[in-house]
């Protein structure tokens, strides 16, 4: 044979030009010399709810957690809520990247990066409400076991201290596979912002790429490296929100004591991770001119997953009525009638409306094709999903064994005050990520594109 | 550059100044090609040569002959040492260095230590996985010359490149050209290295950067280092000062408030802590009416068990130097003898001596203050103890100076 064009006849160049397209589209955002208006706006809104949550924590750190609406009676609140809530979100990002490449699905590819990132700004914020709730968060660092002159050592029975274990392997289990699959694409950078002469980016880009060259002796041991990866952050991810929930299942207060929790609160959380997904992600699609990477059957897909685990939640809820009832225990009983009829009715029932009845809508086509609709109905799933957690744990903890310790919840200005400045840091951190990082996993696309097998033996060619 | 496609095979001519040839590039224009193109290389035997591509070409491993990667192994190894180390870590300072009882529950027990093995176990994994991959992949590599190539740049884009390096046994500037160009390359390019030695040198400013860099992270160690090795006056830095400096006056500080200008407030005159009033004048005193008491205080009843406690002892605090009987001779005045000295303790049984007429509550005074070179025993009896004291020593006076008529009559037969 002369030529391998002669044997398998396509025409010349067309796939090169399939990947450039999608080399160009994606880089343009972060190539553009000035940002996008609707970029600046919401990242001078992100800043300001920024400046709220650094001013919160000012006030608590020289003041003390006196500040938050936490009392004897409910002592866990906002800030636990909180923590649950972002840990659960980032679950999203890690299900998306490890759980639907181990099971093939290729549309991942499209959203994959921008979920991991949502992952580690969402531990990133998760994790402040914890170290904050320490009262001396410069003293975190006990928790870790280190030699000290007190002789003291972690308890390792507490789930507390398997939560401090769980959730930091997850943040660096994370950021590290996120770099992994960036370096290929920040290569992409360094080279395309060194042929426009732009150096000091190319030298940024080109230290953070490492040097790749692309080479299949690379790609071999790379891929390799990103299946086991992923492997390892499957189960990691199932137990990094176990173990949360083994902090309320391990008590024994009625409400938190139950064998339910951990696939209750792994479910809730890909069902939260995967509204975050779609609120970020509908914005910057439209915004960026990203329709023909991320596709419209790519975000129906993630309505369906959203239909799907919303109704796990439900079941959930309905189990632990029943088993409540089934079970005859009085103080269980008494736990979930007052969740439903007690001082917080109202929380229980923005909670099952948000996340049991509203999914409920993505079973019809015309909605799930529609992204202005799904984008309020997710706004609606987060905040169900964030009733859930103070659900959980607020009710639990006001109406405890002993009656005379009965109380009521209501938050400070300071704990809206951080709430929204992890809003602010997070949506401040992922507007950044948009601009300065490849913001869609370019090489993963390119390979799982139709003309990723041109010219191959089959002439397999589109 | 990068828009010509199909262009004729001849090489770029060598840009001026260029060093001797490090290798061969050609570009093909679709995976599949470029997969033919290794097998063929691969077949004319070739070993120092890779293809670059923006993404995992489908079949290429087996096309280049690539071995499977020993990575699962190291992973393998990363995850053993992960658990081993997660549950030694656990075992060693819970269990061992400082076990805690919390409940009763034991200090062991693997369920509640099974959540941070496994962590542990992912956590290792994951590293050994990530950095064995860079460093199998030797990466980072600052440089590499191919990247010399403005076709080798388009790599992370959409170029799907073969190099083979001059150094393979099999290289042929000539002859390598032409297997690439008949495996259907759209381009084929040499690449030299540049002449100029100091190409391959790591940029100054690079190495300036990580001596400085090092040179400062040394300054907190320093420090420390410093810290640990020298006196200081003035306390330590307190970035946080926690509870350790609290708006209040401690036990013995100044404090202008009060006339006596100190901050201890003592308790008033006559207090008198609970249970410490010590009112009975006879049982604490050996007083009654201001004078020694000839009997023995009211609460404490005289029987064989407070004889025995009296005896017990007064063989333990007097008997070293009265001796066990009372005479004075105990083992202290008999080692001053022996080291050539006198000297007797008092003989508390002498008949009609000072002690045997000496009321009882006068001997409980002496027990309790002491006389003379008899230092007081207040701090070493309690009161009843020494009350019980004062009872033997009267058993004692009238056992050594008993006559035949103390016997009971029924036993003098066999004392004779």
Known sequence: ?462 | MATKHHDDTTHDAPATGDGELYGILAEYDTPGELVDAARKVRDAGYAEFDCYTPFPVHGIDEAMGIKRTILPLIVFGGGFTGLIGGVFLQWWMNAYNWPWNISGKPSWSIPANVPIAFEATILFSVFASFFGMWILNKLPQVWHPFFRSDRFARVTDDAFVLGIESKDRRFDAVATRKLLQDAGAIAVEDVYLDPDPKAKAMPKWIVAFVVASTAFALIPFALVAKARNSKASQPHIHIFADMDFQPKYKADTAMDLFADGRANRGEVSGTIARGHLKADDTFYRGLENGSWTLGFPKQLEINDALMKRGQNRFNIYCSACHGFDGRGSGTIPQRVAATGGAWQARNLVEAGGATVTMPNGQLFNTISNGFNTMMGYAAQLPHADRWAIVLYVRALQRSQNASLEDVPPDQRGSIR
């Open chain 1, 1 to 462: 044979m002369s030529t391998a064009a002669e044997e398998h006849p396509h025409e010349p160049g067309k796939a090169r030009e399939a990947f450039r397209a999608i080399t160009r589209d994606v880089s343009w955002v972060a190539e553009a010399p000035k940002p996008h208006k609707a970029w600046l706006v919401a990242l001078g809104i992100a800043l300001i709810m920024l400046g709220i949550g650094g001013l919160s924590i000012f006030v608590l750190v020289t003041t003390g957690i006196g500040v938050w609406g936490n009392s004897n009676t409910v002592g866990w609140a906002w800030d636990i809520t909180n923590f649950v809530w972002w840990i659960g979100i980032g679950h999203a990002g890690t299900l998306i990247s490890a759980v639907l490449f181990l099971t093939r699905q290729s549309w991942r590819v499209s959203i994959n990066r921008a979920a991991e990132a949502m992952t580690i700004f969402a531990v990133m914020c998760a994790l402040l409400f914890p170290l904050l709730h320490t009262g001396r968060p410069w003293f975190a660092w006990w928790m870790l076991p280190h030699p000290n002159d007190m002789g003291m050592w972690p308890q390792f029975r507490s789930p507390l201290m398997w939560d401090v274990f769980a959730v930091s392997t997850y943040a660096t289990t994370s950021i590290l596979f996120w770099y992994m699959g960036l370096v290929p694409d920040l290569a992409t950078f360094r080279d395309r912002f060194a042929a426009k002469g732009d150096k000091l980016k190319a030298i940024i880009y080109g230290v953070l790429s490492l040097g790749w060259r692309g080479s299949a002796r690379n790609w071999h041991r790379y891929e390799r490296a990103y299946l086991i990866l992923a492997g390892l952050a499957t189960p990691l991810v199932f137990s990094v929100h176990s173990v949360v929930s083994f902090d309320f299942a391990t008590s024994q207060l009625p409400g938190w004591h139950t064998t339910i929790f951990p696939p209750y609160f792994v479910a809730g959380a890909i069902f939260s991770g995967f509204a975050m997904v779609l609120t970020l992600m509908l914005p910057l699609r439209h915004l960026f001119n990203l329709q023909h990477i991320i596709k419209e059957s790519h975000v129906e897909a993630m309505c369906k997953i959203m239909l799907a685990t919303g109704m796990m939640v439900g079941l959930a809820y309905g189990t632990e009525l029943f088993i409540a009832w089934y079970s005859g225990n009085l103080y269980e009983k008494f736990a979930f009638a007052n969740r439903a009829f007690g001082p917080f009715w109202w929380a229980y029932f923005a909670m099952v409306s948000c996340n049991v009845l509203i999914p409920q809508a993505f079973w019809f086509k015309k909605i799930r094709q529609r992204p202005v609709i799904i984008f309020i109905l997710c706004i609606f799933i987060n905040i169900g999903m964030w009733f859930e957690r103070f659900v959980i744990i607020a009710t639990s903890l006001a109406r405890s064994f002993l009656p005379s310790a009965w109380s009521y919840y209501t938050p400070t200005r300071w704990d809206v005050g951080l709430f929204v400045g992890t809003l602010g840091l997070f949506f401040t951190l992922f507007l950044l990520f948009f601009r300065y990082v490849p913001v869609i996993a370019m090489s993963e696309v390119k390979g799982a594109m139709p003309e990723a097998h041109a010219g191959g033996p089959k002439g397999e060619h589109k």
